[in-house]
């Protein structure tokens, strides 16, 4: 009898159908019905990890307390279920052939000629039971990247069908995300795409136990009947997945459905008590019922893909629900904005942050923005490189280092107030280099932060190279800039603010990643009300 359940989620007929939400809202309705619940991720593309990846590729990259640098869906998970993720939840396919290669680089094969099966195989199956065996968890869930009858896909597609035969009856389960299409010349549902998708999965040895059927439109029950028959599942297992306003909503969806209690007889294990969603569902009412409206401008330079800054734009959806306040995410690419334009393009929002990102590209118009802020009073808020473009400006437009930059930026810059980490100046790899995952934080009693997270000491998430030059802090402290959090083992500045706005706060690490429904992040929370403020 094994003692950890698995579930695995796979997709066919298109891409984004949302696995990775299904995933988190059936872990988030077990965890609900008291099961301890975790949920992983297998990517099938060759980088070692998302890291090196443009945004505009992938979206953004997450990062874990361990500093793993990971796939956006660990964000879901970790919004959704209020657990951390660590290194073991992502893993990817150049991961596992680095791995294998490895191990028959130091003769750990014995002379045998490595291949696919088993080698490849075995390597996924152990990663995909790491969570299990620790003892941590009743069910993992294992969301399988890409479409069902891609070839990358095709050694994940094996292992499982490997493991749910290893694992026996009731341990291991399949759910298939598939898209049953509107066809509006017929006007009609069609399903064919969903029975092709069941089919190549057939084709591979697997069976689905449970189809989950992304719609626009709701499913007839000839419908139902009709997939189940074809598609070889109960009537019971076809589940529908109708768009909702907001990806919140969908573990109550799935709760109609029965998501769970199906998965749950298929695993044999007790319903346990109902779904206490008692705190999702507050969430959800704030969430749809704001009492204002505020607009902040999200300036960046990945602005075109909306999943360059997932976490952002969830904080804010987290943080307005907190205030009961409409947060309107208006984005605004830095490319295009300067001195002369910043007026016209800020001066209608209640609030200003300046987001995240790597090297020269749009930074000068960042520099602007925040100098905006500053001298009108809106309230900002700068993460990572938007806390060393507030930095720059200070230095430059108060203090009248006229060249100060960042050395990413200009490397003979004549002032350097942020530059590069002693220890990041030989480092020629760009994985997983960086100054990554969870790192202290000193805060000083009476400031801004201080107010904010109500304690002295916080630990939070980093992935940056380039660092507040010390050098240069008496000078910026002289003329005004508090540096309000350091970080007690290297003595480095993590946050800064300055005491004569109403809230302006810039961070080195990225808060965005540790917002969750039941833990919104407290700087996005407080940053909401003092826009509502401004706004008064």
């Known amino acids: 009898m094994n003692s950890t359940k698995y579930i695995f989620v796979t997709g066919g007929v298109t891409s984004s159908l949302g696995k990775g939400i299904i995933a988190a809202s059936l872990a988030k309705l077990l965890q609900a019905r008291g099961y301890r619940t975790t949920i992983q991720k297998f990517d099938p593309y060759i980088n070692v990890d998302p890291g090196t990846l443009n945004p505009y590729e992938h979206g953004e990259c997450f990062v874990t307390d361990d500093g793993a640098e990971t796939d956006l869906d660990?964000?879901?998970?970790?919004?959704?279920?209020?657990?951390?993720?660590?290194?073991?939840n992502n893993v990817t396919?150049?991961?596992?052939?680095?791995?294998?290669i490895e191990k028959e680089r130091r003769g750990e094969f014995l002379g045998k000629t490595v291949q696919v099966v088993p080698h490849i195989t075995n390597e996924i199956k152990e990663r995909m039971q790491l969570l299990g065996k620790s003892g941590d968890f009743d069910i993992v869930i294992t969301e399988i990247g890409g479409t069902v009858?891609?070839?990358?896909?095709?050694?994940?597609?094996?292992?499982?069908?490997?493991?749910?035969?290893?694992?026996?009856?009731?341990?291991?389960?399949?759910?298939?995300?598939?898209?049953?299409?509107?066809?509006?010349?017929?006007?009609?549902?069609?399903?064919k795409p969903t029975q092709h998708s069941v089919k190549t999965l057939m084709e591979s040895g697997i069976k689905a136990d449970i189809l989950v059927c992304r719609t626009e439109h709701e499913l007839s029950d000839d419908l139902r009947q009709k997939l189940a028959l074809f598609c070889n599942v109960k009537r019971e297992a076809v589940i529908q997945s109708i768009d909702a306003s907001t990806i919140y909503e969908v573990p109550n969806l799935m709760l109609q459905e029965g998501l769970d209690v199906v998965a749950l007889k298929k695993l044999n294990l007790p319903k346990k008590a109902s779904p206490d969603l008692k705190n999702w569902n507050t969430f959800l009412h704030r969430l749809k019922n704001p009492k204002q409206t505020v607009n902040v401008g999200l300036v960046g330079k990945y602005v075109e893909l909306q999943d360059s800054y997932k976490s952002i734009l969830e904080a804010f959806i987290h943080a307005g629900a907190a205030n009961q306040t409409k947060v309107n995410v208006i984005s605004i690419h830095s490319e295009y904005l300067d001195a002369n334009s910043a007026e016209e393009q800020l001066k209608d929002l209640d609030g200003i942050l300046v987001a995240p990102g790597f090297g020269g590209r749009g930074i000068e118009g960042k520099i602007d923005t925040v100098r905006y802020a500053r001298e009108n009073n809106i309230p900002f808020f700068g993460i990572c490189l938007g806390m060393q473009m507030a930095v720059i400006e200070y230095a430059r437009n108060v203090v009248k280092l006229r060249d100060a930059n960042s050395t990413e930026?200009?490397?003979?810059?004549?002032?350097?107030?942020?530059?590069?980490?002693?220890?990041q100046k030989n480092v020629t790899d760009k994985g997983g280099t960086m100054r990554l995952g969870a790192w202290k934080c000193d805060i000083a009693e009476g400031t801004l932060a201080h107010a904010i997270y109500g304690k002295t000491q916080i630990q939070e998430r980093h992935r940056h190279r380039y660092e507040f030059n010390n050098e240069y802090r008496k000078q910026l402290e002289d003329a005004g800039l508090t540096a309000s959090g350091v970080n007690p083992d290297t003595g480095l500045v993590e946050i800064i603010e300055l005491k004569n706005h109403p809230f302006f706060i810039g961070v080195q690490y990225h808060p965005e990643y540790k917002s969750t429904v039941a833990n919104p992040h407290p700087i996005f929370v407080s940053f909401v009300a003092a826009m509502v403020k401004h706004k008064k």
Do not use: C
Request: no cysteine; proline share 5%; hydrophobic share 40%.
């Open 93 to 100: 396919t150049g991961r596992v052939y680095l791995s294998v």
């Open 409 to 423: 930026m200009n490397e003979k810059t004549k002032f350097p107030v942020i530059s590069i980490m002693e220890d």
């Open 74 to 88: 660990l964000g879901h998970y970790e919004r959704f279920l209020n657990v951390p993720t660590s290194q073991a």
């Open 149 to 191: 009858g891609d070839i990358e896909s095709l050694p994940y597609i094996e292992s499982v069908r490997q493991l749910v035969w290893e694992l026996g009856e009731n341990n291991g389960i399949v759910i298939h995300l598939t898209l049953v299409p509107y066809l509006s010349a017929a006007g009609e549902l069609k399903t």
